[in-house]
C-alpha cells in the first residue's frame, strides 16, 4: 500500500476525538435539561425512575465509551501505518512532521479545555473525568502515537509484508 499521510492521520485523529468530546459532552447538557423536564411532568413513577436511571448513568457509560474510542481510533492508525510502504530515509523528515503537528493537536488539547471550563457546561464536562484527563493529555498521547506510528511506518526496508 503506498500512502504517505501520517500527519494527516494523527490530525483527523484529533478533530475526530474532539468533534466526539464536545457532542458527548452537549449531549450530557441536554440529558440533564430532558431528565429535569420528564421529572416534572405528569409521567408515571416507574417512566420517571427509567429516565433517571438513565440520567444518572449517561455520565458513566460515554465516559468509557470516549476511552474505548480513543484508543481504538489511535491503534486503528498506527496499524494502518505498520501496512504503509516507506523508506526508512524519510524517518527524520518524519519528525520533524511530529513537531509540526504537536502545533494544531496543543490547539485541540486547549480547544476542549477552554470549552470544558465554560460554565455552561463545566459541571457535565466535570462528570467525566476519563475524557477530561485524556483530552488534557492529547498533546502527549498524539505525539506518542505518532512516534510509534513513524517507528513502524520506517521500520520495514521496503514495506512490503
Known sequence: MKKKAMVQDIAFWAIVVLVFAVILVAG???NNAL????QASDASAAAKTIQQNYSD???SIWDNSFFFFFIL???????VLYYVSSSPALFFAGI???AILAI?????????????SNDAVSTEADSMPIMGWLMGHILEIGIG?????????????????
Request: hydrophobic letters at 55%; proline letters at 2%; aromatic letters at 14%.
Open 28 to 30: 450530557a447538557k441536554v
Open 35 to 38: 431528565t429535569e423536564k420528564y
Open 57 to 59: 448513568r449517561y455520565a
Open 73 to 79: 481510533f489511535g491503534l486503528s492508525i498506527v496499524m
Open 96 to 98: 520533524i512532521l511530529i
Open 104 to 116: 494544531p493537536v496543543g490547539i485541540i488539547g486547549n480547544a476542549f479545555d477552554t470549552f470544558q
Open 145 to 161: 502515537i505518532a512516534i510509534l506510528g513513524a517507528i513502524l511506518l520506517f521500520s520495514r526496508a521496503g514495506g512490503g509484508y
